[in-house]
C-alpha cells in the first residue's frame, strides 16, 4: 500500500518548509524511520522520516523547493505498485519552480548515452570514500551544483571560497567542512575576479529569496509592534565591580579550562532580578496574565538568516559558568540550525546583548507573548561624577522594553532598580 510523504510541521510554528536535500533517491528501498531528507523550518533543518515501508517512488519536490505544511512531497510504494492516482505538490511558487529541470544552456558535439543508474551507482560505491572527486565542467562556476553538505555551503559563504573549485573527500566526492577549510588555507579555491563595476554585464541589482526564518521573523515583528503597547525604561549600571567579579571567577575556572564573559554574569543577574519580580516574568494571554515562577530565559543569538533566541530554562537556578556554557553550546548549535523545538520555544523573557557590536544603547522589539525584553548595550568608559569629582568608570546601558498591558512603569522601573543593585554589587545576585 502506497504511502504519501508529506511536508510535516517540524516546528510549533511552522506553515512551510524549504527541502535542503534528499536523503533517499528515487528507486532507494525505504523503511518505516528512515530518514528521508532534510528539511529547513523557520527556526532550524530539521530530519523528515519515512512514514511507512517500501521504495521511494516519486519525488514531487526538488531540493531548494518550498512546499506548505501538509503537502504531498513524495510517495513510498511497493516496486510495482501502480501510484498514478497519487497526486503531488509542485503546484506553483517556489515549490513549482524548484521542482521543474532547468534547461540546457548548450548541447554538446557528441553526447554520451546515459548510463542506467544501477551501474552508475555500483561504481560511486566501489570508489574509495577518502578519495577526493575532482570537480567536474558541469560544476565549474557554479556553487549551486557541487555536492556539499550545508555546513560546508555555509562556511564557504562566510570564506569567500569558490565551492565548484573545491575537491570533495567526502562520500561520493562530496565536500564536508575541512575540504572547505584546507582549500582556503592554500588559497587554491579563491573565488573568480569579478567583472568590473563599469561593465554593462553587471546586474543593477539581485533578488534574494527569504527564508524560513526571515519569514517567520517578518510575521513576529508585525504581530509585536503593532499591536503590542510598547513603552521603554533605560538605566546606566556602573560595571566595575562585575569586571573585578569576572576576572575572580576566572582565575578560579582557568585551571578547568572554563571562561565566563560578562554577557554571562549579565544574564544571571536577569534571571535573579526576574525571580524576585514575577510581574516582569509574565505572558499577556488576552484573558488572563501569566506570572512564571521559573525564568526560562531567551538568549538572542545572530545567525545567517535573521535571529533566534535559544532557552535557557530554568536560569535562576543555574550559576554564572553553567549559564555560559549552556548559552554557547546553543548558540553554536543555532547557527548550524541543529536545535530542536523545545530549545527556542517557551521563554519567560528575553535579553538581546549587541554590545559585542559596539551599541551603546538601543530598543528591542518585544516577542510575544512575553511582556519584556532586556537590550544591552556596550561596556564603555565613561567621564561621571562620583563625590563631586569627574572620574572616569566602565558604564553599560540597559533599556526594558516592557508591554503595558502586563508591566506598569513603576512595576518595571523596580525590576531595573534590582538588576542594577546587583550588576553593581555582584554579591547580592546570589544573595
Keep these: 500500500?502506497?504511502?504519501?510523504?508529506?511536508?510535516?510541521?517540524?516546528?510549533?510554528?511552522?506553515?512551510?518548509?524549504?527541502?535542503?536535500?534528499?536523503?533517499?533517491?528515487?528507486?532507494?528501498?525505504?523503511?518505516?524511520?528512515?530518514?528521508?531528507?532534510?528539511?529547513?523550518?523557520?527556526?532550524?533543518?530539521?530530519?523528515?522520516?519515512?512514514?511507512?515501508?517500501?521504495?521511494?517512488?516519486?519525488?514531487?519536490l526538488a531540493a531548494g523547493g518550498t512546499a506548505p505544511v501538509g503537502e504531498v512531497i513524495a510517495v513510498i510504494a511497493g516496486a510495482d505498485e501502480d501510484i498514478s492516482s497519487v497526486a503531488g505538490g509542485g503546484g506553483g511558487g517556489a515549490a513549482g519552480a524548484a521542482a521543474a529541470p532547468a534547461p540546457e544552456e548548450a548541447k554538446p558535439a557528441k553526447p554520451e548515452p546515459a548510463k542506467p543508474a544501477d551501474e552508475q551507482a555500483s561504481k560511486e560505491e566501489k570508489a574509495p570514500a577518502d578519495a577526493p572527486a575532482a570537480p567536474t565542467p558541469e560544476a565549474s562556476g557554479s556553487t549551486e551544483r557541487v555536492r556539499a553538505s550545508p555546513l560546508a555551503r555555509r562556511l564557504a559563504e562566510d570564506l569567500g571560497v569558490d565551492l565548484s573549485r573545491v575537491a570533495g573527500s567526502g562520500p561520493g566526492g562530496r565536500v564536508v567542512?575541512?575540504?572547505?577549510?584546507?582549500?582556503?588555507?592554500?588559497?587554491?579555491?579563491?573565488?573568480?575576479?569579478?567583472?568590473?563595476?563599469?561593465?554593462?554585464?553587471?546586474?543593477?541589482?539581485?533578488?534574494?529569496?527569504?527564508?524560513?526564518?526571515?519569514?517567520?521573523?517578518?510575521?513576529?515583528?508585525?504581530?509585536?509592534?503593532?499591536p503590542v503597547p510598547h513603552f521603554f525604561l533605560t538605566v546606566d549600571v556602573d560595571m566595575g565591580r562585575v569586571i573585578e567579579a569576572r576576572k575572580s571567577i576566572n582565575a578560579m575556572l582557568e585551571k578547568q579550562g572554563g571562561k565566563i564573559s560578562i554577557n554571562d554574569i549579565v544574564l544571571k543577574a536577569v534571571a535573579a532580578a526576574l525571580h524576585r519580580h514575577p510581574e516582569c516574568n509574565a505572558q499577556w494571554h488576552e484573558t488572563f496574565v501569566r506570572r512564571f515562577n521559573s525564568v526560562h530565559l531567551g538568549v538572542a543569538v545572530a545567525v545567517d538568516d535573521g535571529?533566534?533566541?535559544?532557552?535557557?530554562?530554568?536560569?535562576?537556578?543555574?550559576?554564572?559558568?553553567?549559564?555560559?556554557?549552556?548559552?554557547?553550546?546553543?548558540?553554536?548549535?543555532?547557527?548550524?540550525?541543529?536545535?530542536?523545538?523545545?530549545?527556542?520555544?517557551?521563554?519567560?523573557?528575553?535579553?538581546?546583548?549587541?554590545?559585542?557590536?559596539?551599541?551603546?544603547?538601543?530598543?528591542?522589539?518585544?516577542?510575544?507573548?512575553?511582556?519584556?525584553?532586556?537590550?544591552?548595550?556596550?561596556?564603555?568608559?565613561?567621564?561621571?561624577?562620583?563625590?563631586?569629582?569627574?572620574?572616569?568608570?566602565?558604564?553599560?546601558?540597559?533599556?526594558?522594553?516592557?508591554?503595558?498591558?502586563?508591566?506598569?512603569?513603576?512595576?518595571?522601573?523596580?525590576?531595573?532598580?534590582?538588576?542594577?543593585?546587583?550588576?553593581?554589587?555582584p554579591t547580592a545576585i546570589v544573595v
Design 1 to 60: 500500500m502506497s504511502t504519501k510523504v508529506h511536508m510535516e510541521a517540524l516546528s510549533p510554528t511552522m506553515e512551510e518548509g524549504q527541502l535542503v536535500r534528499w536523503l533517499k533517491d528515487e528507486g532507494d528501498a525505504v523503511a518505516n524511520g528512515d530518514i528521508l531528507a532534510e528539511i529547513e523550518t523557520d527556526k532550524a533543518t530539521m530530519e523528515l522520516v519515512a512514514r511507512g515501508d517500501g521504495v521511494l517512488r516519486k519525488v514531487f
Design 177 to 226: 567542512k575541512r575540504d572547505v577549510e584546507a582549500a582556503k588555507e592554500s588559497g587554491a579555491a579563491a573565488p573568480a575576479p569579478s567583472a568590473p563595476t563599469w561593465s554593462p554585464d553587471v546586474k543593477e541589482y539581485d533578488d534574494v529569496q527569504v527564508s524560513m526564518m526571515r519569514k517567520t521573523i517578518a510575521k513576529r515583528l508585525v504581530q509585536s509592534i503593532g
Design 307 to 425: 535571529l533566534i533566541t535559544p532557552v535557557v530554562r530554568n536560569a535562576h537556578l543555574k550559576g554564572i559558568a553553567q549559564i555560559g556554557d549552556e548559552v554557547r553550546e546553543l548558540a553554536g548549535r543555532a547557527r548550524e540550525k541543529k536545535l530542536q523545538p523545545d530549545e527556542y520555544t517557551g521563554s519567560t523573557f528575553s535579553v538581546s546583548n549587541l554590545g559585542m557590536f559596539g551599541i551603546h544603547e538601543f530598543t528591542a522589539i518585544i516577542n510575544p507573548p512575553e511582556a519584556g525584553i532586556l537590550a544591552v548595550g556596550g561596556v564603555e568608559d565613561t567621564p561621571v561624577a562620583v563625590d563631586g569629582q569627574v572620574v572616569v568608570r566602565p558604564r553599560m546601558r540597559v533599556t526594558m522594553s516592557c508591554d503595558h498591558r502586563v508591566i506598569d512603569g513603576a512595576q518595571g522601573s523596580r525590576f531595573l532598580a534590582t538588576l542594577k543593585t546587583m550588576l553593581e554589587e
